[in-house]
């Protein structure tokens, strides 16, 4: 994941917002605020969070399962055995019992 600056993303926030202002033919920020809610549009750096932010709840939720699917898969090269890993809360998971 690149770190964007602050500089970049009011850049790009700064080119949206012209770009609006000539689509609605106006200057008044206040009126291309009411419309960018109106029409739920986000500007880049808005999107850029939300999208940052998504990745890292993925992306740590992936760690989470690879290390408990780890710990289990590290228990059944221990003990030798799936038929005395079967009861381990992971298999459990896999078979649909929650």
Not at 11 to 20: E, H, M, R, W, Y
Not at 75 to 90: D, E, K, M, Q
Request: one cysteine or more; hydrophobic letters at 50%.
């Amino acid at each position: 994941m690149v770190a964007l600056s602050i500089d970049f993303l009011k850049s790009i926030d700064f080119a949206v917002t012209k770009f609006l202002m000539k689509l609605f033919r106006t200057s008044n920020i206040d009126i291309i605020n009411n419309c960018r809610s109106s029409f739920n549009f986000l500007l880049p750096s808005e999107m850029i969070e939300i999208r940052n932010a998504k990745f890292k709840g993925r992306f740590n939720m992936c760690n989470s399962l690879r290390y408990y699917f780890g710990w289990a898969l590290a228990h059944i090269l221990v003990t030798g055995s799936i038929a005395r890993s079967a009861n381990l809360p992971v298999f459990s998971l896999l078979r649909g019992q929650f």
